[in-house]
Antibody
Framework: QVQLVESGGGVVQPGRSLRLSCAAS????????FFWVRQAPGKGLEWVAL????????YYADSVKGRFTISRDSSKNTLYLQMNSLRAEDTAVYYC????????????????WGRGTLVTVSS | QSVLTQPPSVSGAPGQRVTISCTGS?????????VHWYQHLPGTAPKLLIY???NRPSGVPDRFSGSKSGTSASLAITGLRAEDEADYYCQSYDSSLSVVVFGGGTKLTVL
């Protein structure tokens, strides 16, 4: 069955870096685009970054542009989120989500999500 | 503030019907972009409930249904059960922002 398992979260000081991973299994990894979506404490869902099925295009929310980098390794069936220059407002549970729609036509939709990994940015 | 507006909370007794609204604008729902709905229990993976405005993935009970009209969409849940108590989010696309957008979420309480 399809599984997405995030890891790499933790407590980090402001200004430091962290790399999240999302291990995928149960499907052909190169078929789908993927999103990172986060949920800050007491808040709703917010998309963070998107990568196309072949890694050729990447998009970022304005709030993380220039600080976060999304990537994927098809040999390991793994999605990554490199987070640099972390801020207190980046504190959130980070989810990876599989897109079974079509972002280019404005129809991204997520059929599988991981359980999330908590990132806490605090001194 | 979220681009898509949802009521913060709704409630209903077991067996009743509740609806959750998702109000957008002419650059997202009103522009014809599809609306999708997710159920989320804290500490778990969000679950796709409705995609493409009114389609249920395999395994989602027909107690859940979606609709869309103009700049708004709605999720209806009939025959409320205790296990339906969760947060519900709508999602679409905004052409002005060129991003995926989520509603702020609605907490459903089963009385």
């Amino acid at each position: 069955q399809v599984q997405l398992v995030e890891s790499g979260g933790g407590v980090v000081q402001p200004g430091r870096s962290l790399r999240l991973s999302c291990a995928a299994s149960g499907f052909t990894f190169t078929t789908n685009g993927f999103f990172w979506v986060r949920q800050a404490p007491g808040k709703g869902l917010e998309w963070v970054a998107l990568i196309w099925h072949d890694g050729s295009k990447k998009y970022y929310a304005d709030s993380v542009k220039g600080r976060f980098t999304i990537s994927r390794d098809s040999s390991k069936n793994t999605l990554y989120l490199q987070m640099n220059s972390l801020r207190a407002e980046d504190t959130a549970v980070y989810y990876c989500a599989r897109d079974f729609g079509d972002f280019s036509s404005g129809d991204s939709k997520f059929d599988y999500w991981g359980r999330g990994t908590l990132v806490t940015v605090s001194s | 503030q979220s681009v898509l507006t949802q009521p913060p909370s709704v409630s209903g007794a077991p067996g009743q019907r509740v609806t959750i609204s998702c109000t957008g604008s002419s650059s997202n729902i009103g522009a014809g972009y599809n609306v999708h709905w997710y159920q989320h229990l804290p500490g778990t993976a969000p679950k796709l409930l409705i995609y493409g405005n009114n389609n249920r993935p395999s395994g989602v009970p027909d107690r859940f249904s979606g609709s869309k009209s103009g700049t708004s969409a709605s999720l209806a849940i009939t025959g409320l059960r205790a296990e339906d108590e969760a947060d519900y989010y709508c999602q679409s696309y905004d052409s002005s922002l060129s991003v995926v957008v989520f509603g702020g979420g609605t907490k459903l309480t089963v009385l």
